[in-house]
């Protein structure tokens, strides 16, 4: 499986835009990239997924890189509740395989 | 919003019993998984199925065991727990096949083996 590489812990203040690095060099052509997001005591959830192209949701905006080995999470505005650890996965066609994430501190 | 769920939500039980963790999902979901995840740790995959009638094992060994026998259903079975068992279990379904559709989490189980 390929394997994503995130800083452990990020801060940030309320109202400012966060931007979440993954690493993924080993990333192959067909790999999706997918961002789950991990709410204390709650199960994830998917927050936004990509092939090439920049995507945005209403969640959040993903930026890959234009050799696909990197791409960030951008939330706009971060409020207190996107406090959660961000999980960046190279979506296999048969498992979703989970790092350790990047775990986001939101202070007001 | 998801329609996956899991019961119970917590759950403390005696070492040497038997327990069953359920899951349902009533989105039609052909893959469903088996996530173990222990307190700020990351989530395991312990096991996963393609639909009914298939289980895999996933990238934990595990000493649960699960079946598909319908669709929406995909419970997971420890014989005999042990306090090593103690530790969330989190249910999980998508779309079959594609990488490029999302998936479901349910609330998780939180087992505690005493």
């Known amino acids: 499986d390929a394997k994503t590489t995130q800083p452990n812990s990020m801060e940030s203040n309320e109202e400012e835009p966060v931007h979440l690095p993954c690493n993924h060099s080993?990333?192959?052509?067909?790999?999706?990239i997918h961002w789950y997001r991990q709410l204390p005591s709650q199960g994830p959830e998917y927050v936004i997924h990509?092939?090439?192209s920049n995507v945005n949701n209403r969640m959040a905006s993903l930026a890959i890189a234009e050799d696909r080995k990197s791409s960030t999470l951008i939330l706009h505005r971060a409020t207190l509740r996107d406090a959660a650890v961000y999980y960046c996965?190279?979506?296999?066609?048969?498992?979703?395989?989970f790092g350790t994430g990047t775990r986001l501190q939101v202070f007001p | 919003e998801a329609d996956i769920y899991q019961t119970p939500r917590y759950l403390v039980i005696g070492t040497g019993k038997k327990i069953t963790l359920e899951c349902s999902q009533t989105?039609?979901?052909?893959?469903m998984y088996w996530y173990q995840q222990d307190p700020g740790m990351e989530l395991h995959l312990i096991h996963y199925?393609?639909?009914?009638?298939?289980?895999e094992k996933g990238d934990l060994s595990s000493e649960s065991t699960v079946s598909r026998i319908r669709t929406e259903h995909f419970p997971l079975t420890l014989e005999s727990a042990r306090p090593s068992h103690t530790s969330q279990y989190l249910c999980?379904?998508?779309?079959?096949?594609?990488?490029?559709?999302?998936?479901?989490f349910g609330q998780g189980t939180r087992l505690t083996v005493v």
């Open positions: 999980a379904s998508s779309d079959s096949g594609e990488m490029n559709t999302e998936a479901f």
């Open positions: 080993t990333i192959s052509g067909t790999d999706y």
């Open positions: 990509g092939l090439t």
């Open positions: 996965i190279l979506r296999d066609a048969d498992k979703l395989i």
């Open positions: 989105m039609g979901h052909d893959k």
């Open positions: 199925s393609y639909g009914v009638n298939s289980t």
